[in-house]
């Protein structure tokens, strides 16, 4: 297990000649400066030995049996795994064009032979530093593009857990990481869970998944526990080397064969907001790009993380402000503002699709008496209790039931025709007749009851939604004219007043 240190690597340098007293003085000169030296005494087994572990720099002879220097050099160039590696050709030949063809093909310099050890070091030196420079600046082209790719993303991501799904995913194909998790705090900040993961394979990870989501981690435990408490980044080289205490999952990291792991915190104002675990099925020792890459991203992903948080929590303030200015306080049903924005919407949406639209309007019979007899308390108590029998009579996801006004309850119901809205009519009445809520100074029942005007029609755009209202309630006023405690319905949208 390593923690927060970097991994310094010797320059490898492949010297290529068939001349074995070449190669013998070459190795010694460049070992002796610390260089880590490989031969190759022809150009066959040098490619062969570049694409199994491309070197750092190559020095190459021209004039060899089989394949030529400036050959070799050409396959080097045509092959974009090997074609970034600097060649230096050192040869006899000290014509101009032999220099020439030299650089033609690619190399980067050019020593004759005889040639004296200062001098190769210097120019191995002066290529090593300009190779280090391009890598340095490819990198951190990539990490720019590699952070504008992320930013984007994120702040197109809905929500915090969505963003860290992103992140896991692009760290991931970027790297070339097997397996990305997202651990975050819990509420009360007492343990670690995991909140994302990102497979890219899809199916290898699908049971350590799911296992994992078991485990729980407070500050100190494992892997994820202690880079939490430090808030340091941690490298497990090989997972299946080390105790439980060093990596709980250790068990079923190994049957899922799972053996590198990289944790990094993602820290805003000295607070972890998330741990976000990399995991390989290989034992890969990290290398500089990459962890750079994965700390300048971690650095820059707690502002994004914690804007995301504060994004998503003024959204949900937002729509609770939303549903707030929307819902009667009494009896947790829409209020009169919803209902006349819905109505609006429903009638201009039947017009549009040639649908019927019904209304429902309710009123509580002798409502007035039953206050005087029981109080305001008792009265708001019968109400709510109203208004969930209406509610639950109204099963659709499309109705809206309402408070209207004092006593009285609307119902929208989009797409209904007319005996279907009858049918949710004398659900709402059996419903409030099922309460038995005693009403012994009413005229019609010694229990509650509601009178119900339905009105239903086809809305059209030459219309206002107003007109269903003036049905429903004219309606109404039929049902408690013809003794309460009943149903009248109107079809059709009449004459406007």
């Known amino acids: 297990m390593t923690q927060g240190q970097s991994f310094p690597s010797k320059a490898n340098i492949l010297v290529v000649d068939d001349t074995a007293e070449n190669l013998t003085l070459l190795n010694q000169i460049l070992s002796n400066q610390g260089y880590k030296v490989r031969v190759a005494p022809n150009g066959k087994l040098a490619l062969k030995s570049v694409l199994s572990s491309p070197p750092d720099l190559i020095l190459l002879d021209i004039r060899m049996p089989d394949m030529d220097g400036y050959e070799v050099c050409r396959h080097l160039k045509e092959d974009w795994r090997t074609r970034d590696i600097p060649v230096i050709f050192i040869s006899a030949m000290d014509a101009a064009i032999d220099k020439v063809n030299a650089f033609t093909v690619g190399g980067v310099d050019y020593v004759t032979k005889p040639f004296e050890a200062i001098e190769v070091l210097a120019r191995i030196e002066n290529q090593l530093r300009s190779r280090h420079f391009q890598l340095e600046l490819q990198a951190q082209n990539a990490q720019l593009q590699f952070l504008l790719t992320t930013t984007q993303a994120i702040n197109s991501a809905a929500d915090v857990e969505e963003a860290l799904e992103v992140i896991l995913a692009n760290v991931c194909q970027t790297i070339g990481w097997d397996f990305g998790e997202a651990w975050m705090p819990n509420a009360e900040a007492t343990t670690l869970e995991c909140r994302r993961c990102w497979d890219v394979s899809h199916v290898h990870f699908d049971k350590f998944q799911h296992q994992s989501e078991t485990f729980c981690f407070g500050p100190g435990e494992g892997l994820l526990g202690r880079v939490w408490q430090t808030q340091k980044w941690?490298?497990?080289?090989?997972?299946?080397?080390?105790?439980?205490?060093?990596?709980?999952?250790?068990?079923?990291?190994?049957?899922?064969g799972i053996k590198g792991a990289l944790a990094i915190p993602i820290v805003f104002e000295s607070e972890v907001l998330a741990v976000?675990?990399?995991?390989?099925?290989?034992e890969i020792k990290p290398d500089d790009r990459s962890l750079s890459l994965v700390k300048a991203v971690a650095s820059q992903l707690g502002s994004m993380i914690q804007r995301k948080k504060a994004e998503a929590a003024l959204v949900q303030a937002n729509l609770e402000l939303e549903r707030l200015a929307n819902l009667d306080g009494l009896t947790q049903l829409a209020n009169r503002r919803r209902f006349d924005e819905y109505l609006f919407q429903e009638w201009q949406r039947g017009a549009r699709e040639k649908q019927p639209l019904s209304l429902i309007l309710l009123d509580v019979d002798y409502f007035k008496f039953y206050n005087d007899r029981y109080g305001h308390q008792s009265g708001d108590d019968c109400l709510r209790q109203i208004a969930l029998a209406a509610r639950?009579?109204?099963?659709r996801p499309a109705d809206l039931v309402a408070r209207y006004g004092g006593e009285e309850f609307a119902a929208i119901l989009p797409n209904t025709e007319a005996h279907g809205a009858l049918?949710?009519?004398?659900?709402?009445?059996?419903?409030?007749?099922?309460?038995?809520?005693?009403?012994?100074?009413?005229?019609?029942?010694?229990?509650?009851?509601v009178s119900l005007g339905v009105a239903s029609a086809i809305p059209t755009p030459d219309d206002v939604p107003t007109t269903l209202i003036t049905n429903a309630d004219k309606a109404l006023y039929e049902a408690k004219n013809q003794g309460r405690d009943r149903i009248v319905l109107k079809l059709g949208l009449g004459r406007r007043d």
Do not use: G, Y
């Open 234 to 256: 941690e490298w497990i080289a090989n997972i299946s080397c080390e105790n439980h205490q060093v990596f709980h999952r250790a068990a079923i990291a190994s049957a899922t």
């Open 276 to 282: 976000l675990v990399f995991l390989q099925k290989q």
């Open 392 to 395: 639950l009579a109204a099963k």
């Open 423 to 449: 049918k949710v009519a004398q659900a709402m009445r059996d419903r409030v007749h099922q309460l038995q809520l005693p009403h012994p100074c009413s005229q019609v029942n010694n229990c509650v009851t």
